[in-house]
C-alpha cells in the first residue's frame, strides 16, 4: 500500500479518538511541513527531517514532537515521551478533541519546524553493542531460523526484548517473558511495536 493511502486509512479508521486526530491533522496542513507516513503513523517533516507526529492510542491521541527538548512549552503540556529512552522527543497528550487549543497546537508545531531550520535536534547515541541473556542466547543457538529473525531487528529492538528479559528478577519470569517474546521476534514483532 502506498504511503498516501496508508496516511488515509490511517485517518479514516474508526477509533475513538477519529475526530481528534482529524482535527490534529487539519493543524498541521496549515503548517509548511510535509505530510508523510512512518513506523505506522502519520509523520510531519521538513527538508526530509522528522518534526512531528500525530498519534493514537487506548485512552489518549496527541502529537510527538521529535526535537520537543527545544520548544518553550509556555503551556507546560509536554511529557518526556519515554522517560529515561528518549533525549529528544516530547509528547503532548489530549483525553477529548475539547482539550485541542488550536492556536496553542499550531504555535508548537510552528516553533518546532523553526527549530528544525535552525538546525535544533538532538543526536542519537550510538546503540551499545547488544548484550543477549544466557536464556535468550540458547534458544537462538538451538533454532536457526529464530536466530535470522532476531538479526533482522535494529540493534535497539533487539536491545528491548534483551533488557525485558535481563530486568526480572526471577527465574520463572525470565522464563515467562521468554515464552512471550519467542513467537514476536519469530513473526518480526517488536516487543513495543504496537505502541509505536
Excluded at 157 to 173: H, L, P, R
Excluded at 181 to 190: R, S
Amino acid at each position: 500500500m502506498v504511503k498516501s493511502k496508508k496516511l488515509e486509512a490511517y485517518y479514516a479508521k474508526e477509533h475513538p479518538f477519529k475526530d481528534g486526530i482529524g482535527f490534529l491533522r487539519d493543524i498541521a496542513l496549515k503548517t509548511e511541513a510535509t505530510e508523510d507516513f512512518k513506523w505506522s503513523i502519520p509523520v510531519y517533516t521538513w527538508n526530509n527531517k522528522n518534526v512531528f507526529g500525530v498519534c493514537k492510542f487506548k485512552s489518549h491521541f496527541g502529537i510527538w514532537f521529535f526535537n520537543g527538548v527545544f520548544l518553550k512549552d509556555s503551556k507546560n503540556v509536554l511529557e518526556n515521551a519515554q522517560e529515561g529512552k528518549t533525549k529528544g522527543m516530547r509528547h503532548w497528550k489530549f483525553q477529548s478533541l475539547d482539550e485541542v487549543d488550536e492556536k496553542a497546537v499550531l504555535g508548537y508545531m510552528k516553533e518546532a519546524l523553526d527549530n528544525q531550520k535552525k538546525g535544533l535536534e538532538t543526536k542519537a547515541e550510538k546503540t551499545k553493542k547488544v548484550e543477549i541473556p544466557e536464556l535468550l542466547k540458547l534458544k537462538l543457538a538451538k533454532d536457526a531460523a529464530l536466530k535470522t529473525a532476531f538479526e533482522k531487528f535494529t540493534p535497539y529492538k533487539q536491545n528491548e526484548f534483551c533488557e525485558y528479559i535481563a530486568e526480572a528478577k526471577q527465574e520463572k519470569t525470565k522464563l515467562r517473558r521468554l515464552d512471550k517474546i519467542l513467537p514476536m521476534i519469530k513473526e518480526g514483532i517488536g516487543l513495543h511495536d504496537r505502541y509505536r
